[in-house]
């Protein structure tokens, strides 16, 4: 009896260990996935708060503070908190990579948005085709972006661009110098000032072929970044061009303005010159913004391209100031795109996002964003969809009207009313 009851002993043991390792191993299932969905989830954004592009780099931080807030006071993402970490690029390519690869390796983010300098936005679409997470552009506009994916789907698919091509961005002052310029003033030589950046050559050399078509001569000079004088805007003048057309980014956007008023270049002042697209441009050129022509975003200007624009642009504005703001929307825009996408979705799972991204619209501060199959935002399709660049919408002029400084709207019309355009004092009109 004592063997049998041994045994029997043996067997209760057994029985209790194993319902003992099952409820071990249930409450150890239990809490890893109960504390998964109760974890943040984490987005990275990538910006350049030091180097050349730390102006816009800034305002994209910013905007990242301000997205995450609004989601969370909204009840977050799928049940759960949103954390968005902003990482420094230093707006150098090779930092751009290790803070992508930080960002996923160590911080375990579930995408990435932002990123100013199209340079750094190549290397960091090889980071995140190797470790397949979304990446939604926000600023850089290189067109070889999205030519990466057009060449290597499969490999390429998690990088999507929320906003225009640097080739979009040119036509619009090009329209007002054909359509406008050229018939009222005589324009016929066109001179690039071109930042040497890779998204500035590509709008170069497309509106370059534009323009050449058209019949207008065209040249182009190229100035390093961090430069502290611009010897090429006499070249240009000696040269005879009609249009000087600077192409910046950096700050060296306000060194040309100041040069060519102080200098009186006898040539119309037009161009992609992101720094004096902002309403703080007049007080940082010490006015010596008047006369220059650029695209302007409408949150710079409060235009209500949608019902939350001018009401975004004010919150923005009143907490951190006029600066950037271009770019302080393009990178809210993204993560509104992938704060929709995940609840769509109703997962992180990189996949199912991009299949979402690829097969939804998403509304955002300055209208819808749809993607084509490489992953553009189809600005082409005009509104409600988002038709702004990181750098522009409507062109507009910095005047002085009665005494104070304004923006004032020339193109496109309706939006702008070209008629109320003026040339530079100094500036010969119409053209020779």
Do not use: C
């Not at 803070?99 to 340079?119: C, H, M, P, W, Y």
């Not at 067109?143 to 036509?171: C, E, H, M, W």
């Not at 078509?213 to 502290?228: K, M, S």
């Not at 600077?246 to 306000?254: M, T």
């Amino acid at each position: 009896m004592q063997g049998k009851y041994s045994a029997l002993s043996k067997v209760v043991a057994v029985i209790i260990a194993a319902v003992v390792i099952a409820v071990a191993a249930g409450a150890f299932y239990y809490t890893t996935i109960a504390g998964q969905e109760t974890e943040p989830i984490k987005i990275g954004v990538l910006a350049a708060l030091t180097g050349p592009g730390a102006r816009a780099g800034k305002a994209m931080a910013n905007a990242a503070e301000m997205a995450e807030e609004d989601i969370n006071n909204a009840g977050g993402l799928l049940g759960r908190k949103v954390d968005i970490i902003v990482y420094d690029t230093e707006d150098k390519p090779e930092t751009g990579k290790i803070v992508a690869e930080r960002a996923i390796l160590q911080d375990g983010v579930v995408a990435l948005a932002g990123i100013f300098r199209s340079e750094v936005s190549m290397v960091v679409a090889d980071v995140v085709a190797e470790h397949k997470i979304p990446l939604v552009v926000g600023t850089a506009q290189t067109p070889k972006l999205t030519q990466l994916v057009i060449d290597n789907y499969d490999k390429y698919k998690y990088v999507f661009r929320a906003t225009t091509n640097a080739t979009s961005l040119g036509n619009v002052l090009t329209d007002f110098i054909m359509d406008y310029l050229a018939p009222t003033y005589g324009v016929k030589k066109i001179g690039f000032l071109q930042e040497d950046v890779l998204w500035a050559r590509g709008l170069v050399a497309a509106e370059t072929k534009r323009l050449q078509a058209r019949g207008f001569e065209v040249r182009t000079w190229i100035v390093p970044l961090g430069v502290t004088d611009i010897p090429e805007l006499k070249e240009m003048e000696t040269w005879g061009a009609d249009v000087i057309f600077p192409v910046f980014s950096s700050d060296n956007g306000y060194l040309v303005s100041r040069l060519y008023t102080e200098q009186k270049i006898d040539a119309i002042l037009l161009g992609v010159n992101n720094p004096v697209a902002s309403p703080e441009a007049w007080e940082k050129t010490e006015g010596r913004a008047q006369y220059e022509t650029t695209g302007f975003a409408s949150v710079a200007v409060k235009i209500p391209v949608t019902g939350e624009t001018v009401s975004w642009a004010e919150r923005y504005i009143s907490r951190y100031g006029p600066e950037a703001i271009n770019q302080a929307a393009d990178t809210y825009e993204a993560l509104q795109v992938l704060f929709q996408a995940i609840e769509i979705a109703g997962t992180t799972d990189p996949d199912k996002l991009v299949e979402v991204l690829e097969n939804n619209e998403f509304d955002t501060v300055r209208g819808k964003v749809k993607f084509t199959w490489y992953h553009q935002h189809m600005n082409w399709l005009g509104p409600p969809y988002k038709i702004e660049s990181p750098l522009g919408g409507p062109l507009g002029q910095w005047q002085l009207v009665d005494g104070e400084p304004q923006i004032v709207i020339v193109w496109p019309q309706p939006i702008g009313d070209p008629t109320k355009w003026i040339p530079a004092p100094w500036v010969t009109i119409p053209r020779p």
